[in-house]
T-cell receptor
Framework: TQLLEQSPQFLSIQEGENLTVYCNSSSVFSSLQWYRQEPGEGPVLLVTVVTGGEVKKLKRLTFQFGDARKDSSLHITAAQPGDTGLYLCAGALSNTGKLIFGQGTTLQVKP | GAVVSQHPSRVICKSGTSVKIECRSLDFQATTMFWYRQFPKQSLMLMATSNEGSKATYEQGVEKDKFLINHASLTLSTLTVTSAHPEDSSFYIC?????????????FGEGSWLTVV
């Protein structure tokens, strides 16, 4: 049973479009992290959200943590080809460092 | 620069042999490290939690006798794939939790590509 459901798993859009990626769970997380991964490399942390209802912005990326700390979303405004990559959400059930990853979203932004 | 280093980054081995992958935290101590496996275009699957000075904790379905983990120091964990077979070919990634930081401050390694021929 997948603890963290991430959707969509594949997304192909044109440059300039907006998109949202969702991660949902029935479990409560102590924190939730979003990563971006390039082929053949390890995941690179984008943001960590900890407080229910928290919103963080990183340039054109907006991250939100649900009020109940069970879900999160990543919104990209005016996507660019450089945003192409694999986006992963990961939830922490405790403060042990153990993360449960969503299925990942492969994003392709066409020029 | 990378704070968690994995070595080797790529390795090819013959079927039936064993191969060791190292994960080092470069400028912090890590009592706890994690090993993940990732297939192409898929997400990371947690294999085991590596604990310094004690036995690793394996996730359900992961064979502990096949994937040997040793965490002998606060900066090094090793994953040994024993009697490797082609189906073990994958991208293996480690992460390390910073002992001196609160919460889930973890860092990922660059990953190691294993190809078994």
């Amino acid at each position: 049973t997948q603890l963290l459901e991430q959707s969509p798993q594949f997304l192909s859009i044109q440059e300039g479009e907006n998109l949202t990626v969702y991660c949902n769970s029935s479990s409560v997380f102590s924190s939730l992290q979003w990563y971006r991964q390039e082929p053949g490399e390890g995941p690179v942390l984008l943001v960590t959200v900890v407080t229910g209802g928290e919103v963080k912005k990183l340039k054109r990326l907006t991250f939100q943590f649900g009020d109940a700390r069970k879900d999160s979303s990543l919104h990209i405004t005016a996507a660019q080809p450089g945003d192409t990559g694999l986006y992963l959400c990961a939830g922490a059930l405790s403060n042990t460092g153990k993360l449960i990853f969503g299925q990942g979203t492969t994003l392709q932004v066409k020029p | 620069g990378a704070v968690v280093s994995q070595h080797p980054s790529r390795v090819i081995c013959k079927s039936g042999t064993s191969v060791k992958i190292e994960c080092r935290s470069l400028d912090f101590q890590a009592t706890t490290m994690f090993w993940y496996r990732q297939f192409p275009k898929q997400s990371l699957m947690l294999m085991a939690t590596s604990n310094e000075g004690s036995k690793a904790t394996y996730e359900q379905g992961v064979e502990k006798d096949k994937f040997l983990i040793n965490h002998a120091s606060l900066t090094l964990s090793t994953l040994t794939v024993t009697s490797a077979h082609p189906e073990d070919s994958s991208f293996y990634i480690c992460s390390a939790r910073d002992d001196d930081r609160q919460g889930n401050t973890i860092y990922f390694g660059e990953g190691s590509w294993l190809t078994v021929v």
